[in-house]
């Protein structure tokens, strides 16, 4: 039988040092894989390294839980066994299947509904595929693994809404222009988290940013970033005047944008809409400007209600994707069940074989032939049977090598056909004694 | 006929819904299908209109019952105008639904239509009628993303949860558009008045009427626009004041429609 087998660490089970240890580089992977061929004798296997999982697929013909995987990791990294198994955890058959799923869906990650590990589950499998390492499961499993995580993304709204500040402001910035092409963006202040927010406003369209500093240089060091105009900053806030979306971090003790002035620049841009953001603790921006008309402003605490909603809304989505996953696991594992060619092959030629070796009976009681007349009467029978089955048998092992799931209803219609059914529970019952 | 506009009300209706279900699920293919379907019963529409026209014999406009199914046909038309060029669609949302009632009314209530006189029954007439309807369309529009831009507005500042998982235009889309729809129902409204204005003093070589209540209500509807457009290019009167503005102009709408068709003489009996 040919087992899927899988082991991993991630950021549920383990710490970040140990992740490390465990991780493999590009060039590693390549060279791990002949190594667990051969020394493992796995038949294919996919290795996923990101910096938040590290999980080893691979198949076996060889029944048992994954411990040849966790020897091959303990042997690799050089790593304590003991340890290797508190922080690890492993997976067989369908737990893989649905384990892989997940990971794929983004259920697994860190931020529900995050977007690279699909890409990186891809980018795994295109290794693993360029190597010749994957093989007819694998490949299929991380093709269906692929698409489920596909179908996850456009089916819920588990990748929606943003999760962190910067991307917040974008999507608020978006529900009040109607585009953020030809928008300029003010950075007041300086600040990791004002640079960022500045950044996606920018990769989201914004086409300008000006940089207004109490120091002159400042505002140059940080406007270069952007490809910015740096500006003095001066009380009257005059500079506002062609900033549509103010993103203000200073350390001021006091409100540096008040309500009076702010007023007079709203009338010099003849009121068109300003998008205020204030990340600054102790805040920068006066909160009578959230009053005034066509100014829209939110502090951190906005932002963070924002992201913390958003956060929700996602687990709530992603229960409903847990469905589609649960759904998806047992009709790919069903499937892949269904594809094992050989014992519907060997259950095919037990049956011709059983009507053969029950005719000759049959015929020998009614003939009298000699033992050696016999023995050339079994011998045709066979080698008629063995001929009348190769070609089926070699066109339905070919069948089994495309991707595509074709062939499937070849072995059904097979079963179907010859009854095969309750020929393989036979089979494999009779294997074991 | 019967069945035509059996249809053609299912036909919108079921286009309610989807708008409905689109602003709720942000779906795009629902809010494709809501697209066709509003484009599959404005086609029947026209043909609803255009079989009446037939059977009348002149252009049905002479019962207030006939204008309101009109009216409703404009308001559809720019609405797919709109969602044609704009891929927007929550407009939809308000006027779909308003058009379905608009039928129903139109044409589910007996009506005796009375007819209009013969010397009334030209191109002018026509024109004059099909380009102010146009402008109420217009104007319905811009209220519509007048509603709109309050409602988001108060979302944004009360700071809701709700307010980026909603599937309204944005409040620059809904200020812009809505201002848009102004102007061209400005302009409409503008040659509508000029061509009954020269066809009552040459045509008809008739006395201009000053005093028709509607004709005094409907320049006080144009003045409203005018004013919001011109203040709006000066002064930077947009956002909130400009839906304020929206909304006052379509109550004067509502008042020179419907006020003076039914409660009002005037020879404007439409």
Known sequence: MNQIHTVGTSHHT??????????????????????????????????????NRVEVYATSDVAGEGV????????????????????????QDEDAVRHLFDVSASLDSMVVGEPQILGQVKEAYDTALASGASGQTLNRLFSKAISVGKRVRTETNIASGAVSIGFAAVELAKKIFQSLKNKTVAIVGAGEMSELTAQHLVENGASKVIVANRTFERAVEIAEKFDGIPLAYDESLSFLVDA????????????????????????????????????????????????????????????????????????????????????EAIGFYSQLQLLKVTPTIKALNRQFQGVVERELQACFKKADLSSEQQALVQSMTQAIVKKLLHQPTKNLRQKTNDVDSEHVQYIRALRDLFALEDVENRTETEDQT | MEFLFLLTLLIYLAASILHALFLTTGISRISEGAFWATTMGFALHTILIALRWIGQGQFPMAHWLDSISFLAWAIILIYLGIAYM???????????????????????????????????QNYWLLSHTTLIFLSYAAFIAAFGFGVMYLIEEKKLRRKAQTLIHDHFPSLGSSDEIGHRCMVVGVILLTLGIIIGAVWTKYARELEWRWLDSKIIFTFATWLIYVIQIGIRQVLGWRGRKAAYSAIIGFAAILCTYAGVNLFLPSIHAF
Do not use: W
């Open chain 1, 244 to 327: 549509d979306i103010v993103i203000s971090s200073t350390d001021a003790p006091h409100y540096l944008i008040q309500r009076k002035p702010l007023a007079e620049v709203m009338k010099k841009r003849k009121h068109r809409h300003m998008f205020l953001i204030d990340i600054a603790v102790p805040r920068d921006i006066d909160p009578q400007v959230g009053k005034m008309e066509n100014a829209f402003l939110y502090n951190i605490d906005d932002l963070e209600a924002v992201v913390a909603s958003n956060l929700k809304g996602r687990q709530r989505e992603a229960e409903i994707a847990g469905r589609i996953v649960e759904e």
């Open chain 1, 68 to 91: 040849p995987l966790l020897d091959f990791l303990t042997a690799y990294h050089r790593i304590d066994p003991q340890t290797l198994k508190k922080f690890t955890y492993t997976h």
């Open chain 1, 14 to 51: 383990a710490p970040l040092d140990f992740r490390e240890k465990l991780a493999f580089s590009e060039t590693q992977i390549l060279q791990a894989f002949p190594l667990l061929k051969e020394q493992y004798h796995f038949q294919e296997a996919v290795i996923l390294s990101t910096c």
């Open chain 2, 86 to 120: 704009t891929r927007m669609r929550a407009l939809g949302v308000f006027v779909v639904p308003a058009a379905f009632a608009a039928i129903l009314i139109a044409y589910a209530l007996p009506q005796d239509a009375p007819g209009l006189p013969a010397d009334l």
